[in-house]
């Protein structure tokens, strides 16, 4: 998609995007690689989730959050307090899995998972088979073009950007935070400052998706 061609909107309806995700992998006659963006909190993991429920055994999720940087290294790096943002990945790890997953469709792969119980990445817990059409790939800097995130578009044959209102993402991330541990104000302050600062990242990218879904 260029900034010259708006792209196409649509609201979530769970039956139409998998319609659409299969008509991309027949088009293509190869596994597809479907990437769905947008800022934190938008919805990404739901509508991934409910997409791998109607897509089945054809599909499987490869989150961009298994290569969240551990939080030992974090704290190496000095970057615990912005973790989140597109510096506090293993983007070259990302990239050399989605191109694996690509070229080597014959062989079983194995990549990471994210455990927000835990709050760390999880080594080889997502499997991809040999007949597994559509890979499903969410995460917040999919078109983002700098911190070595523009090496991650290329690999992708399309990106769905996930749109919701600002206040509704904002309160789903405080509910989302205090679940997992933060007291009250933490979570509003977190949800507020580091989350809003990538957010805004995010949202500048939007233009360059192939389909915004709107979530009501």
Known sequence: MTDETPPLEVSFEVPLLAARARALHAEAGRRIVLGITGPPGAGKSTIAAELLAELGEAAVIVPMDG???????????????????????????????LDRIRVSAAEVIYGPSFDREIDE????????????????????????????????????????????????????????????????????????????????????????????????
Not at 69 to 87: C, I, M, Q, Y
Not at 160 to 178: C, E, F, I, M, Q
């Open 67 to 97: 290569f969240h940087f551990s939080n030992a290294v974090l704290r190496t790096l000095g970057r615990e307090s912005r973790k989140g943002a597109p510096d506090t990945f293993d983007v070259g790890g990302y990239v050399a899995l």
């Open 121 to 216: 990445p999880i080594a080889n817990d997502v499997m991809v088979a040999p007949t597994v059409q559509v890979v499903i790939t969410e995460g917040n800097y999919l078109l983002t073009p700098g911190h070595g995130w523009g090496r991650v578009r290329p690999l992708l044959d399309q990106v769905w950007y996930v749109d919701v209102d600002p206040g509704l993402r904002r309160s789903r991330l405080t509910a989302r935070h205090s679940a997992f541990g933060k007291d009250p104000r933490s979570a509003e302050e977190w949800a507020n400052g580091p989350d809003e600062a990538n957010a805004q990242i995010v949202t500048g990218s939007r233009a360059q998706a192939d389909l915004i879904v709107r979530l009501v």
